[in-house]
C-alpha cells in the first residue's frame, strides 16, 4: 500500500504521543503534527512549578529525559515527523479527507490531505463574564507564556496580594506559587468547600484548615462580580458578593472547555467534549482524538465524563498510535477520577466516586475516616495521613478513596486505583498482601485499616459519627463527650465541649458506670483505635447510644472558629 | 451459650491480635494468651532498627500509639484479655481440650480447658551445624533479648568487623544497622546473589553493586565451614570455602523454622508448617492457626509455601478472631509474596513471582526492565528506580515484579500488589489511571511505562538483550555497540566493549549506514528509551539483528569488575 498520510492536530501532549508511537509501530507512515502554539510537547502541569520557581526555566518543561529540547527538527530527525508549528487548523473536510491550516504568522493556507486524522486540540480556560476581565494583571494558567507573564508581573510589580479565583487543582496550585514568591493569597471559591472536585466536605476542611495555617485566605460560598482596576488599568481590587479584597494580581482558574469548534464544524459527535469510543475513534472512524477535548469514561459510575488529565492525555496518544497503525487493537476503557495534588506539606489526592456522585447516582453508600501515621509509628519521620473510603452497603464495594495530610499518600492513591478499577471490596482490599517494612509502613499499612474498618463498618459494628455532626453536638445537654485519651494527651488539645469527661481508655471497663446512659455517648481519641473500642466496652456495659468520632480529633478542622 | 473459653498460644503478632479481635467481636468470650518470652506483642521487623540505633528505646517496639506499653495489665484492663507471661504450652490434648502450660520460672503446671484454640508459636531461627557456633560473639536475631544483647556486644567489645551469613532481609537489615556504628561488614552467602528470595539475579547485581559503594563486603556461593574463637570463648573469624574472614562478631541469619512441635504431637496436619484452611483453621475445626507457624497459599503459583511475615501474622489473627467469634465467615484467600527492604539509601522489593519460580513452575515469560526517575524528570529531587516484570507469554499476565533503586518504590510494590493479586494483564497495567501531579509521577508512571515495555516486547516489537548476556558480549568481533547517547552523557560513564560506536539518537536515522549489517548490533543509552527507539530505526535501516540492552546502562553492575 502506499504510505500513510496522518495529520496531527494539536502538539502538547496526546499529540505528539499519537504521532511518535504511529511512527514506531508504521515507520513508512507521513505524519504532520500541526501545533497553532510555539512550542511542542510541553509539560504543561509543571507550569505552576515554574511560576513558582520550583523548576528554573520553561526549557526544563519541554526536554526529554537527556535533556534533548523538543523542537521540529528534534521531531523530524529522531522520530521522522514534520511539524508545522505556528499554524492552526481552521477546517476539516471529512469528504475529501483534507485539512486546511493557516500560518499564523504569514496568513499562508494549506491544504492536507489525510487517510487518518487525529484531533487533540485541547482545552481552553473558562472567562466567566466580568467585569474588567482583560485588566492587566489579570491572568488565566494554560501555556508557557501564561506562566512567564505571570512569573514577570509578579517580580516587576512588586505583588504583595493577590486572589485565585477557583480554589481546583490549577488554581490552588498556583497559589502556593504566589506564595512562594511571598504573596498573600486570597482563593475565591463559588462552592461550600476547597477542590470541590475532589474531595468531601469533611477532607477539604481539614486541608483548609492546615492551608490557613500556611497563611492562605479563603471565601467559600462567594461569587465575583467584577475587578476594580488603578489609572494604569491594572487590577487593583476584587469585588465580591461578601465583600471587596484588594489584589494587585487575579488568576482566573474557574475550569476549562474543550476545544471542540472543528470537530463540530465537520459534523462529529460531541456532548460537552468530543466523543470517542474505547478505541479512541470519533464518529467518524478515520478521525480519532484524545486529550483534553475528549469525553472519558468513568469506570466506577459508567458515566462519560469531562476530565482533562495529562496523564490520560498521554495513554489516549498510544492508543490512537497503535490503532491507526494495525486496526483497532488496543483500548482505553477509561478512567477511575484519580487526582492529586501537593499543597506546601501536605498532599491530597483521590479515587473514584466522591459522596456526592454517590447522591447523584443514589448508590447507598457507607464512609469511614481512618488516620494515621505513614510509616511504623515506632519510627523517626512519620508523619499522619487521613483516609477516606466510601464503599457500597449492598456489595461492599470500593467506590471512592481520598486522602489527605503531610505525610505521604501519593502512591497509596495509586494502590487504590489499581484496587478500585478491579472492583475490589472493602474485604478484598483489607487482605491485600502490602509491602511491609518499619521504614516503610506499619504491619497493617492505612489501606488495609480502612478496608477493616469499613468493614466494620457495613457489618453494623462500629458506630461512628461525622465531623459536621459532632459540630452540631458540641453544645448539647443531651450529649456527653467522652475523652479516651491520656492526660498529657488532653493537655495538648481539647474538643470544645460542653459536657465532656476523661477516662483513659485503660479505665473505660472499670468506669463504664460514669457515663450516663441517659444522654448520648460520643466517644473519642486521636486516631478513632480507642473509639471503636470504646464504643464496644460502653455497649458491652449497657450503654444504649454510643458512637465514636470518625477519624478522631488529629485533624479536627474547627479549631479556629470552634464552630 | 455459656461463655466460650480460647486459649492462645503465641503472644507476639498473630496471638495478640486473634484475642483482641475475638474479644471485639465477642465481649463474652474468656481469653487466655500465653506466651513464653517475658515480651508481648512487640514490633519484631523493628528489632534491626533498634540494634542500629534508629529506633531509641525497645519500649518503642511494644507500645500502642499512644504510647501505652502492651503489658498483662494493659491487655486485661483495656481488652479484657488473661496473659499468662513466661508460661510455655507443652501439650495439646484434643480429645480432653485442653492445653498442659508451665511457668517457666517456678515450673507450676497447668492444664487449662478450651473450646476454641488458637496456636500462634512462630518461628524459631535455624542453626546450622556450623562448630563453635555457641561461641560468644554468635548470635541469632529474634527477639528484643538477641537486639539487645547484639547492641550491648557492639558497644562493649569494640567490634570493627562483622559477619553475617545468609544475604536475606533479617541478615542485610542487621548488616545496614552494623554500618551504622562504623562496623566494616562482611556477607557470606550460599547462593549466587544476593536476596535470593526477593530479586533475581539482575537485581541483585544492581544492588550488590550500590552496596558495595556503602563499603559492604560480598562472599556469594560460599559455604562456612566453622567459627574460630580467642582464648576466652569469643569468636574473632569466620572459616568458609573461599578463605577465612576476620570478624568479632558473627549473625547467622540462614533462615528461620517454623515452630510446629506442638501441632504435630497433637496430630494436626503439618507440612514445612501448620496445614490451614483459608478460614485459618487447621486440621481440627476447633483449632486455628497463624503467623510464622503455618503454610500460606501463593495467589499467583497457587502453591502452598512458608513465607512467614508480620503483615500476614496479622491479617491470619483478625481473621481467627473473627471466626471463633461469628464462625467461619472471614477468609484470608492467601498472599502473592510481598517483601521489601532499605538497605541504606536504597530500597528494594517485590510481590509475586521470581524467574527461578516461573521456570521450576514451566511457565513460559518474559521480561523486561525499566529505568526511570520516581518523580518528573524536571522536578528537583527525583532519584532513579529501576522496574523489572515478569509477565506469561500465553496471557500477557503479570506475574512477578521487583523494583530497586535510591528513588521511593515502596508503595508502588503496594500498588502492583493489588494488580497481581487481581491479576492484571500488562496492557491492563499500562491502562491503570495513577495519580499525577509533577511532584509525584511522572504523565506516565514508570509502572505505566513498564506496562508498555513489557507490550512491546510481547508484541514481539522490542528485541532487548540482558545484563549477563550482554556481558559475556563485550569483547565478541562478532558485536557493534552503538552508543546513543549524547557526547556529554558518553563522558560521564562508558560501556568496556571492545567494538563501539557513538551516534547521538538524534543522528541515527542520517547516520544508520554506519552500523555494519554483518554483526549483531546492541545499542544503548540510559534508560533504554532510545534504546528501543534506535532498535526501531536500525530495523527499518534493513539491519537484521538488533537489540537494545534491557533496562539501559544507567545501573550497569559490573562497574568495578568490567566482567
Given at each position: ?76 530527525e529522531t522520530k521522522d515527523i514534520d511539524t508545522l508549528l505556528g499554524w492552526e487548523a481552521t477546517k476539516i473536510d471529512r469528504e475529501a479527507k483534507t ?48 506562566a512567564l507573564a505571570m512569573q514577570s508581573y509578579i517580580k516587576e510589580h512588586g505583588v504583595e496580594k493577590a486572589v485565585v479565583i477557583g480554589a481546583g ?373 449497657g450503654h444504649p447510644n454510643v458512637k465514636f468520632i470518625q477519624g478522631g480529633i488529629q485533624f479536627w478542622p474547627f479549631d479556629k472558629d470552634a464552630k
Amino acid at each position: 500500500m502506499s504510505d500513510l498520510k496522518v495529520v496531527v492536530i494539536g502538539g502538547v501532549a496526546c499529540g505528539p504521543k499519537a504521532a511518535a508511537r504511529l511512527k514506531r509501530c508504521n515507520p513508512h507512515a507521513q505524519v504532520t503534527l500541526i501545533e497553532k502554539g510555539h512550542d511542542i510537547s510541553y509539560g504543561g502541569c509543571g507550569l505552576p512549578y515554574f511560576v513558582g520557581s520550583t523548576v528554573k526555566e520553561l526549557k526544563d518543561l519541554m526536554t526529554t529525559s537527556w535533556e534533548a529540547v523538543r523542537t521540529p527538527e528534534f521531531m523530524k530527525e529522531t522520530k521522522d515527523i514534520d511539524t508545522l508549528l505556528g499554524w492552526e487548523a481552521t477546517k476539516i473536510d471529512r469528504e475529501a479527507k483534507t485539512v486546511e491550516v493557516k500560518d499564523l504568522h504569514s496568513d499562508e493556507v494549506r491544504v492536507l490531505p489525510y487517510d487518518k486524522l487525529v484531533i487533540a486540540t485541547g482545552s481552553d480556560n473558562f472567562k466567566p463574564p466580568i467585569a474588567n476581565i482583560d485588566a492587566k494583571g489579570v491572568f488565566g494558567m494554560k501555556t508557557p507564556d501564561d506562566a512567564l507573564a505571570m512569573q514577570s508581573y509578579i517580580k516587576e510589580h512588586g505583588v504583595e496580594k493577590a486572589v485565585v479565583i477557583g480554589a481546583g487543582l490549577i488554581g490552588m496550585e498556583c497559589a502556593e506559587a504566589y506564595s512562594d514568591w511571598g504573596v498573600e493569597v486570597t482563593v475565591i471559591e463559588m462552592q461550600s468547600w476547597i477542590f470541590p472536585q475532589m474531595l468531601d466536605k469533611e477532607m477539604a476542611a481539614v486541608l483548609q484548615n492546615y492551608l490557613e495555617s500556611e497563611d492562605m485566605n479563603f471565601m467559600l460560598e462567594t461569587k465575583v462580580e467584577a475587578f476594580e482596576v488603578d489609572d494604569e488599568g491594572k487590577v487593583c481590587a476584587v469585588v465580591t458578593d461578601k465583600g471587596t479584597v484588594e489584589a494587585q494580581m487575579v488568576l482566573v482558574a474557574a475550569g476549562v472547555r474543550p476545544v471542540v469548534k472543528l470537530a463540530k464544524d465537520c459534523g462529529l459527535e460531541v456532548s460537552k467534549a468530543i466523543i470517542v469510543n474505547e478505541y479512541c475513534q470519533t464518529s467518524d472512524p478515520d478521525i480519532y482524538a484524545g486529550g483534553d477535548c475528549v469525553m472519558v469514561k468513568n469506570l466506577v459510575s459508567g458515566e462519560l465524563m469531562y476530565a482533562p488529565m495529562g496523564s490520560t492525555a498521554n495513554k489516549q496518544g498510544r492508543v490512537i498510535g497503535t490503532n491507526i497503525a494495525n486496526g483497532n487493537v488496543e483500548t482505553l476503557p477509561g478512567v477511575v477520577g484519580t487526582s492529586i495534588v501537593k499543597m506546601f506539606d501536605w498532599s491530597a489526592g483521590k479515587v473514584g466516586l466522591g459522596e456526592r456522585d454517590c447522591q447523584r447516582l443514589g448508590i447507598e453508600y457507607a464512609t469511614c475516616i481512618v488516620p494515621g501515621p505513614d510509616i511504623t509509628h515506632f519510627m523517626p519521620g512519620k508523619k499522619i495521613i487521613m483516609t477516606r473510603l466510601l464503599a457500597e452497603k449492598a456489595t461492599g464495594k470500593i467506590l471512592g478513596v481520598q486522602i489527605v495530610g503531610p505525610g505521604r499518600l501519593d502512591k497509596r492513591i495509586d494502590t487504590m486505583a489499581v484496587a478500585i478499577t478491579m472492583g475490589v471490596t472493602a474485604d478484598q482490599l483489607s487482605k491485600m498482601d502490602l509491602a511491609y517494612a518499619p521504614p516503610f509502613s506499619s504491619a497493617v499499612d492505612n489501606l488495609l485499616v480502612a478496608g477493616n474498618v469499613m468493614k466494620n463498618t457495613l457489618d453494623g459494628m462500629a458506630h461512628s459519627i461525622r465531623y459536621y455532626d459532632v459540630l452540631e453536638k458540641l453544645d448539647s445537654d443531651d450529649v456527653v463527650f467522652v475523652d479516651l485519651r491520656t492526660a498529657h494527651e488532653r493537655a495538648q488539645k481539647t474538643l470544645p465541649a460542653k459536657h465532656q469527661i476523661h477516662i483513659p481508655i485503660e479505665e473505660l471497663r472499670a468506669r463504664a458506670n460514669e457515663v450516663p446512659k441517659d444522654k448520648e455517648a460520643i466517644v473519642f481519641c486521636i486516631f478513632s483505635t480507642r473509639g471503636f473500642e470504646g464504643q464496644l466496652i460502653l455497649e458491652q456495659a449497657g450503654h444504649p447510644n454510643v458512637k465514636f468520632i470518625q477519624g478522631g480529633i488529629q485533624f479536627w478542622p474547627f479549631d479556629k472558629d470552634a464552630k
